[in-house]
């Protein structure tokens, strides 16, 4: 698996690889995905691509958005609104339930259970299993720390 640098000389490199035009909302997009770990929404990139060029609907970011993923450069996580990873690399999300932030969840943080259940789940019926993803469900630690904060204060006697 090839890792692609977090800059636009890497992005430049990666749509060429893949034979894709280099144009210059297609050059934002892939390098906002690239650059940020919030798995954003279509809307949420469209919004940061508009910062660089203003004149870019949200049609234009989407189709490119859907051509990355066809060309395997950004993963779409499915779910009610579909949101975008440009890690490429294996992982596993954390979504709070608090405040709706998704965090990666490094690949070797599961092992060995992962790949355990993968290989049982496989053996299961005779699939092979290219790839597995886990979703972890909660409240992140910003979070928790808001639902401890106590409703009163307590005054110092005056
Ligand atoms: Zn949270
Ligand atoms: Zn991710």
Redesign the pocket.
Known sequence: MTIIPKNSHGVDAALRRVGLRLTGPRRAVLEIVQGT?S?PTAEAVHRMVRRRLPRVSLGTVYRNLRLLVTEGLV?E?PGPHARF?G?ASE?H?FTCLGCGR???VAAPLTEPHSRALCRRVGAHAGWSVAYHRIEFYGRCAACRMKSKRPARRRRPPS
Request: charged content about 35%; proline content about 0%.
């Open positions: 770990e798995h993963k996580l990873d890690n992982h999300h998704m965090v990666d």
